[in-house]
């Protein structure tokens, strides 16, 4: 960057092949980012360069980097520390679906895995998994888009892009979840609820959620909830300090009980409360409930 060049914000977007990198990048799109697709890796400084003349600036630019770049992790943790000694932090978003939803994505649209050579969708897909296993667990985001329809992965888009400022201020993604159906694959952190006892066996209190207040006042008034809460407040207090500190610019905390539909559900709107009272900006989503 010369002294007379603007710093653009810069979020890489990359991930999964068929995990919704498209859709992503023309959501970003519509919020006015200006977007590069398959860009090599080793163009990125060129492009924060070009993006940050002064005639005219881009102040923000969203580049898709996937694995038809060769030499795809060695190229892009290059190219990140070269921007990084620049003074330019670019954010990586790394999207992620289960391999059977991939492998319905390309039988839908009848194209192949690019990597999946002479063998079948899986090996390109597997292949592909441990290609980019060092960029997913150094990223900075984690969207996991199995069973979401374009829609939805454009709404969860918005959501994290939506009021974007560049700023390196914290957002959180609160996830209740039921261990029966599986760990949510992007979480950060997880929380266990099922220490606590279930309303599932209170007839009365079956039926309803987490989110209706019989349940909410059941689960809260439940030996230990409060202190649980008390105390995890001040842990998620440390940790959003220090991932800011380190410039994480999101974290997603998964809440799980057995079924998704009583205890986490109740116990992450009061998770996301306490977070919301600390001045940080929270998503809350209810991923298993309605699914019994």
């Known amino acids: 960057m010369t002294s007379e060049s603007k710093i653009p914000d810069i979020v890489i977007v990359t991930g999964m092949s068929g995990a919704g990198r498209s859709t992503a990048a023309k959501s970003l799109e519509d919020l006015d980012w200006y977007v590069v697709d398959n860009l090599p890796p080793g163009l990125l400084a060129t492009m924060a360069d070009l993006g940050g003349r002064v005639k005219d600036a881009v102040p923000r630019i969203a580049v898709v980097v996937d694995v038809r770049s060769r030499a795809f992790t060695d190229d892009l943790h290059s190219s990140i520390a070269e921007l990084e000694a620049r003074g330019v932090h670019p954010r990586v978003v790394f999207l992620e679906a289960s391999d059977a939803d991939l492998v319905r994505r390309f039988e839908s649209v009848r194209r192949p895995h690019p990597l999946q050579g002479d063998g079948r969708v899986v090996d390109g897909i597997a292949r592909e998994r441990e290609l980019?296993?060092?960029?997913?667990?150094?990223?900075?985001?984690?969207?996991?888009?199995?069973?979401?329809?374009?829609?939805?992965?454009?709404?969860?888009?918005?959501?994290?892009?939506?009021?974007?400022?560049?700023?390196?201020?914290?957002?959180?993604?609160?996830?209740?979840?039921?261990?029966?159906?599986?760990?949510?694959?992007?979480?950060?952190?997880?929380?266990?609820?099922?220490?606590?006892?279930?309303?599932?066996?209170?007839?009365?209190?079956?039926?309803?959620?987490?989110?209706?207040a019989a349940v909410r006042d059941y689960v809260l008034g439940q030996h230990g909830a409060k202190e649980f809460l008390d105390a995890y407040a001040e842990v998620l207090r440390l940790l959003a300090d220090g991932y800011e500190r380190e410039g994480k610019h999101y974290v997603t905390l998964a809440v799980g009980c057995t079924g998704g539909k009583h205890r986490s559900v109740a116990m992450a709107e009061q998770i996301a409360a306490r977070l919301r009272d600390e001045g940080i900006e929270v998503q809350v989503a209810h991923r298993d409930l309605g699914r019994e």
């Open 132 to 212: 980019v296993r060092e960029v997913r667990a150094e990223a900075d985001l984690v969207i996991d888009t199995s069973g979401l329809n374009v829609h939805e992965l454009r709404n969860k888009i918005i959501g994290f892009f939506g009021n974007d400022t560049g700023e390196s201020s914290l957002r959180a993604t609160v996830v209740s979840f039921g261990y029966k159906y599986g760990l949510p694959v992007d979480a950060d952190l997880v929380v266990d609820c099922r220490f606590l006892p279930n309303p599932h066996w209170v007839p009365e209190l079956r039926p309803k959620t987490g989110r209706d």
